[in-house]
């Protein structure tokens, strides 16, 4: 593991993962520049030195092209972690659900791609994206098309991305969990407890794929929960 200090930008930061991602950076020793829609910082985070806060909304390509024009900050790593599940059906999605959907999980992730990599390119830096995608949006999911659609789509996107880095040696992973306990989860059955994922679980998978070395590129990475995401599927 490489222990230099490093400039992480993380989305959603005020999430279940996200917050989590930032908890674990930054007892290892890197600084966390985080973004939300929400303001609802954890009290730790909010107080911690090394970790800087921006309200953004991803949604908007506008906002993520002032946010990268507004930091002096020299990011190493990009973790995605915005997003935001309705659970409808398809009978019970309106226009406005299926948008809203498409804005923050697919668009968001494009605009953070798109000048995040102008940011990485400017400073000739070979950074690397990660961003976390969901187990449905391989298998699709009658509980909610609409957010399976976005993940589907931003897997097509983040392949896509792997090969136009090649030149560049910026590398764009796709982290896709299962079943993780978070509200964002719960809300899809509130039995679960213990069964399922917990952050701390992708927080420290992101952690490790940080510190790989440039040649190593981690082309899709699924984490299910064991066995409650085989016996769900």
């Known amino acids: 593991m490489n222990k230099m200090q490093k400039q992480v930008l993380i989305t959603g930061v005020t999430g279940g993962i996200g917050s989590e991602i930032a908890h674990v950076f930054l007892e290892d020793g890197h600084?966390?520049?985080g973004v939300s829609r929400s303001k609802d910082l954890p009290k730790?985070?909010?107080d911690h030195q090394n970790f800087i806060y921006q309200s953004v909304d991803i949604s908007s390509s506008e906002n993520v092209e002032r946010l990268f024009g507004s930091v002096s900050v020299n990011f190493d790593l990009i973790i995605n972690c915005a997003g935001?599940?309705?659970l409808?059906?398809?009978?019970?999605?309106?226009?406005?659900?299926?948008?809203?959907?498409?804005?923050?999980?697919?668009s968001g992730s494009f605009y953070i791609a798109k000048y995040?990599?102008?940011?990485f390119l400017e400073r000739s830096t070979k950074g690397m994206f990660i961003f976390i995608g969901s187990r449905w949006g391989v298998s699709g999911s009658p509980k909610d098309p609409a957010y399976a659609a976005s993940k589907a789509g931003l897997r097509g996107m983040v392949k896509s991305l792997q090969s136009d880095g090649l030149n560049t040696g910026i590398r764009y992973i796709l982290l896709s969990p299962g079943s993780v306990l978070t509200e964002m989860?719960?809300?899809?059955?509130k039995d679960v407890q213990e069964d399922i994922?917990?952050?701390?679980?992708?927080?420290?998978?992101?952690?490790?794929?940080s510190g790989t070395p440039?040649?190593?590129?981690?082309?899709?990475?699924?984490?299910?929960?064991?066995?409650y995401d085989f016996i769900n599927a």
Request: no cysteine; proline share 3%; aromatic share 6%.
């Open 84 to 86: 935001i599940l309705k």
């Open 185 to 189: 989860s719960l809300s899809v059955d």
């Open 214 to 227: 440039s040649r190593v590129i981690f082309d899709e990475i699924s984490i299910k929960a064991f066995p």
């Open 116 to 119: 995040g990599t102008e940011h």
């Open 88 to 106: 409808k059906s398809l009978e019970n999605t309106n226009s406005k659900d299926w948008q809203d959907t498409i804005d923050t999980n697919l």
């Open 31 to 33: 600084s966390v520049y």
């Open 197 to 209: 994922l917990h952050p701390k679980d992708i927080a420290d998978l992101t952690l490790h794929l």
């Open 44 to 46: 730790d985070l909010e």
